[in-house]
């Protein structure tokens, strides 16, 4: 019978430099999150405005 792996605590589970680096993770994980927001803008802004270009040859 498959029985899945208990995870083992690490050395550092508690202490300050966990924190840290889990204060560090959360910001880096925010300006990604800003980031891709960003491109996702740029991204469907071009599209609408290769369907107005698209729209405007057509009526010439």
């Known amino acids: ?3 899945p792996r208990r995870r083992q605590p ?3 589970a508690n202490d300050a430099s966990a924190v840290a680096e889990n204060m560090r993770l959360k910001e ?3 300006a990604l999150k800003e ?3 960003v491109l996702e803008r740029i991204a469907t802004d ?3 405005l290769l369907d ?3 729209e405007r040859l057509r009526k010439q």
């Open 35 to 37: 980031r891709v927001a």
């Open 28 to 30: 880096e994980m925010k």
């Open 10 to 12: 690490t050395a550092h």
């Open 52 to 54: 107005q270009e698209i």
């Open 1 to 3: 019978m498959f029985r």
């Open 46 to 48: 071009r599209g609408s």
